[in-house]
């Protein structure tokens, strides 16, 4: 018998693998042997597919990637798979239409989420816009693209949408930051109850007191609703003699009240120790983008991009990953509060 609740749509089959048997694990996320699941070179004229999301569609699944070309400019590309880790994409960017059903294209675009909120789907991702801010677009069909205003004013590269709406309004996670490598972050929430305007800003979580995520933290994947509240992976940044390190943390928001944390795990779930975590285009990089979560049997898959080169995937369980997260708790006021000043 579980102990804790998926709410979320169900899934007829998702990608899966065992825990492994040795003690290597310090937290109960664990690699799929088969990374990277998506290597270089995956597109003509893509030299890198990272930070990426998917959902299930039809009976499979379909997503939306952040291909570097060989430009060096970031657009974003169609996926599509059966099982979730083997995926063919489009040779062309995703072509995205204004509200007039004009071909409305950004400069590059990169770190996209892909979020299903009453049965349309949703992309947000950073782009530009006199500097670097958030992009937001619908589909129903993955067809047909349409950008919506932008949410946000720049400076602000980190995007993340509920997959619900909360007290009548949709909610996104964001960060506000600078036109450069941003040396500090915290996690923002807004509001909207048209996906127009935004408003009702508050404060989430700071960066942490704990090394592993001091320099800046960042929403993740899309929160899955649990019977404890919303189930984050964000990504948490500390800062080296040789650069910045992305590791992946948890944290737990409260179900009506997101911007109060409840509990946030003081140590990281999973640190860059791979090769392909450790070596490519930026050394030292996971970056959590997306989840599969099934409530019939608690399984969940997160997807994420490792050292800006590859995608990988790791696997954990609801009880063991919310009992992880609150046996190493801690919270700090600026936490619990509800964000407002
Ligand atoms: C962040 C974003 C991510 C990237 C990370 C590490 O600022 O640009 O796309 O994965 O840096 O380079």
Request: glycine share 8%; proline share 7%.
């Amino acid at each position: 018998m579980s102990k804790y609740r998926i709410i979320a749509d169900a899934i007829a089959d998702m990608p899966w693998q065992e825990a492994p048997k040795d003690a290597s694990m310090q937290a109960p996320l664990w690699r799929y042997s088969g990374n990277p699941v998506i290597k270089r070179n995956s597109i003509k004229g893509v030299s890198r597919i990272f930070n990426s999301a998917l959902v299930p569609w039809k009976d499979g699944y379909i997503g939306v990637f952040r291909g570097e070309q060989t430009d060096g400019m970031p657009m974003l590309y169609l996926g599509r798979s059966n099982d979730g880790l083997n995926w063919k994409f489009d040779d062309r960017p995703i072509q995205f239409k204004d509200e007039d059903g004009n071909l409305f294209m950004p400069e590059y675009a990169y770190d996209p989420r892909l979020t299903k909120i009453d049965g349309a789907y949703y992309i947000v991702w950073c782009q530009e816009c006199y500097g670097p801010a958030i992009g937001l677009a619908k589909t129903e069909d993955f067809e047909n693209f349409t950008r919506l205003e932008n949410p946000f004013i720049p400076y602000n590269r980190n995007a993340v949408l509920f997959p619900r709406k909360v007290n009548d309004r949709y909610l996104m996670l964001s960060r506000p930051s600078d036109s450069s490598h941003t040396p500090f972050g915290d996690i923002f929430m807004s509001e909207s109850p048209d996906m127009t305007y935004w408003g009702r800003h508050r404060h989430v979580m700071s960066r942490g007191s704990k090394w592993w995520e001091s320099v800046k933290i960042g929403g993740g994947a899309s929160p899955i609703e649990t019977s404890e509240g919303w189930l984050m992976f964000y990504h948490g940044v500390s800062s080296t003699c040789s650069g910045f390190v992305y590791s992946i943390g948890g944290a737990i928001l409260d179900i009506d009240e997101p911007s109060k944390v409840k509990y946030r795990c003081s140590t990281f779930l999973l640190t860059p120790e791979e090769w392909y975590e450790q070596t490519g285009f930026v050394p030292n990089v996971c970056f959590p983008c997306s989840t599969i979560a099934d409530p019939a049997t608690g399984r969940i898959a997160v997807y994420y991009g490792a050292a800006d080169t590859y995608v990988a995937v790791a696997f954990t369980e609801l009880d063991r990953i919310v009992d992880y997260i609150k046996e190493h708790s801690e919270l700090h006021d600026s936490d619990t509060e509800p964000g407002r000043k």
